[in-house]
């Protein structure tokens, strides 16, 4: 039995390298040799953004493509980018060519970490109460129908933040979150069967925000900064909680195939170690849990 176990879990690394390596393939293939541009809809509340910096920015262009072969409509896709990583005239011939496929390249003075590609893009956003607002990461490869899948299980759940993958908050006898670390990720428990209130969307494999969810972050650059500067995923959930929006995953756990991740870097790796090994993820959820006022226990 234990051997059977292994066998499976080495034909699903197996399986997930391979489709790695067909989905980057057909992305450097639509980089090098096709030149249609995506047909954004603009009827679509539809916005998907991300942000990428240092070397990360000269291999971009591979997400990006896999972004724009997306089946679902989009009114827009765009790439946040401080310029205290790069400036305009910095831009690699990759994002130049993109750009002119339909790209929307959006350089900003401030350097806000892994906020940019929410935050500038609810500054943008926020008065058309129906839009949706799409995060990416740009270290993760996503599949064809990944906002397909993001945008259908939002039209089931209006009221709700839905995710890929999730992160299920564990509370100990006194209504406190335990350690980041014994936190149950989608796979090990039904998290279709937890609280709403409990699940935390991670970012990794992309979330759908209705932008009502996020209101008040115009007015909390400096906060957030300050409490949860490394934890997006942290701060963004206690706002759209404290704002009465339910968490929930696109599918009962997590049955969707991808998005495969691949690590571009080892940046994530060294955020990780802070974060969940160092006790940087405990830290910045309590003083996030205190500025917003909330209680999990009490579920509002």
């Known amino acids: ?13 197996v399986k997930k390298k391979w489709i790695s390596l067909k989905l980057m393939l057909q992305a450097c293939w639509a980089h090098f040799v096709v030149r249609n541009n995506r047909d954004f809809d603009s ?5 998907v953004s991300l942000t990428s910096y240092g070397r990360r920015l000269h291999k971009v262009f ?13 009114n827009s896709l765009t790439l946040y980018i401080s ?3 790069m400036r305009r005239e910095q831009l690699p011939s990759s994002l130049k060519r993109l750009e002119k ?24 956003h926020h008065k058309n109460e129906q839009a949706l607002l799409v995060t990416a990461d740009d270290d993760v490869l996503y599949s064809s129908n990944w906002l397909e899948e993001l945008v ?5 759940h209006p009221n709700a933040v839905v995710a890929h993958r999730c992160k299920t908050i564990t509370l100990d006898v006194e209504g406190k979150p335990k350690a980041y670390r014994q936190w149950n990720g989608q796979h090990d428990i039904p998290c279709d069967h937890i609280k709403h209130h409990l699940i935390m969307p991670t970012g990794v494999g992309g979330v759908l925000y209705p932008v009502t969810s996020l209101m008040g972050l115009e007015q909390q650059k400096n906060d957030f900064m300050q409490h949860s500067r490394c934890a997006d995923d942290i701060w963004l959930k206690c706002l759209t909680y404290y704002n009465g929006f339910e968490s929930k995953l696109t599918k009962p756990r997590s049955l969707v195939t991808y998005p495969s991740v691949i690590t571009l870097s080892t940046k994530r790796k060294g955020l990780a170690l802070y974060n969940v090994y160092q006790g940087g993820n405990d830290k910045q959820m309590a003083q996030t849990m205190e500025y917003f006022g909330i209680n999990f226990l009490s579920n509002h």
């Open 1 to 13: 039995m234990v051997d059977m176990i292994r066998k499976l879990r080495k034909l699903r690394k």
């Open 43 to 47: 009827s679509s509340p539809v916005h």
């Open 62 to 74: 591979i997400i990006i493509e896999m972004l724009m072969k997306q089946t679902a409509p989009m």
């Open 83 to 85: 310029n205290q990583d």
């Open 101 to 124: 496929r339909g790209l929307t390249l959006c350089f900003v003075d401030e350097n806000i970490c892994s906020y940019k590609k929410i935050y500038y893009s609810y500054l943008k």
């Open 152 to 156: 259908h299980a939002s039209s089931q």
